[in-house]
């Protein structure tokens, strides 16, 4: 019987997790299956597992209810490519070695736990995994396996998502349904709804993920915000696009990437209590309150470039409503 419940929750570190560059060399992720066979191995083996399979082992449809922790039947690797080893498709590769960091969303410093947990009650809209339970542990351990070598604090080429020049116009949902009917909507379908491996009730998830509708991420999910989608779309769709070659036009995957946003998902609520430092707040979070004068429609499509220039000046210039708490805080880098 495989051995999952291991104490190997992360040490704490003092460094800040740092995106990679908009170029990047190509890599390769250790690899997984040349572990042995011991506690070790079978945790990291198991950490995989959970990020290409989840729906089958902490999915809604699971047959016992206390292992249905993820809300939505999506596995991690819908965003994490290739169970998070692919570069600017959000891999997990250095991720271990960039924890605790301090988390703007949250306004403190965070453990990887508290960041998996993130996802698990936003990218998967449900509740949150215990942290000394197994599979908390073993998705712990598959990250630290996949940043072995890495120092903490190092930057690791091929972060996060590509860095996608902004628009100098609002993006586009009007334009961007054109082109998702003509580039998406083979694998996603139509109405968004994504394909099933199986049917509804098998815990098998989808071979192409929901983008939008009940089944999907929520509104509290990273995926939400415009600069972070417009990225991952540009680097890595249609499926088997590479950063290297986007199959996308830049404005295509703005304005594709701003239809999506605009669908009705799952709400999260207390969201306003997100970055409760506002001038730490992403220029695209579509959700208030923000620290300018800027309305919700172009916090959602852009244009950006305003809003980010407008944090750059004085506070009073900006029209914030900062408190004297931040006062010398410098607004995010986005």
């Known amino acids: 019987m495989r051995k999952r419940h291991l104490g190997i929750l992360p040490t704490l570190c003092v460094a800040l997790s740092l995106a990679g560059p908009a170029v990047a060399e190509p890599w390769s992720a250790p690899a997984v299956d040349g572990l042995i ?44 490519l290739n169970a998070g080893t692919s570069q600017f498709a959000l891999p997990f590769v250095g991720v271990f070695a960039g924890f605790p960091q301090y988390r703007a969303r949250e306004g403190e410093v965070r453990t990887i736990a508290d960041r998996i947990n993130g996802c698990m009650t936003r990218s998967m809209n449900g509740r949150e995994l215990p942290l000394d339970g197994a599979e908390m542990q073993a998705i712990v351990a598959y990250m630290k396996f996949l940043s072995t070598d890495i120092p903490v604090g190092a930057a690791t080429p091929g972060r996060g998502t590509v860095e996608v020049p902004l ?16 580039t998406c909507a083979a694998c996603h379908g139509a109405d968004g709804a994504g394909k099933r491996n199986g049917v509804a009730g098998d815990a098998r998830g ?3 993920p929901p983008l939008w509708g009940p089944d999907s991420f ?24 590479t950063w290297q070659k986007p199959a996308l036009t830049t404005e295509d995957a703005w304005d594709v990437a701003a239809f999506v946003e605009s669908q009705p998902r799952p709400h999260m609520e207390g969201l306003e209590h997100d970055y409760p430092n506002r001038l730490q707040k992403p220029v695209d979070a579509p959700f208030g309150p923000w620290p300018d004068q ?24 900006a029209g914030g409503q900062a408190t004297a708490s931040t006062k010398s805080v410098e607004p995010a880098k986005q």
């Open 37 to 80: 066979d011991n506690a070790w191995g079978s945790a990291v083996r198991f950490g995989r597992d959970l990020t290409v399979a989840t729906p089958s082992l902490i999915g809604p449809e699971v047959t016992d209810p206390a292992r249905r922790f993820a809300g939505n039947s999506l596995s991690c690797q819908n965003c994490h």
């Open 167 to 182: 628009l100098d116009r609002a993006a586009d949902p009007t334009r961007g349904a054109g082109i998702y009917a003509q």
């Open 206 to 208: 989808y071979a192409f």
């Open 218 to 241: 929520n509104d509290g999910a990273g995926m939400v915000r415009l600069i972070t989608s417009v990225g991952f779309i540009r680097g890595n769709m249609p499926l088997g696009t």
């Open 294 to 317: 800027f309305g919700q429609e172009q916090h959602r499509f852009g244009p950006f470039a305003p809003i980010r220039d407008a944090l750059r000046r004085p506070r009073t210039e």
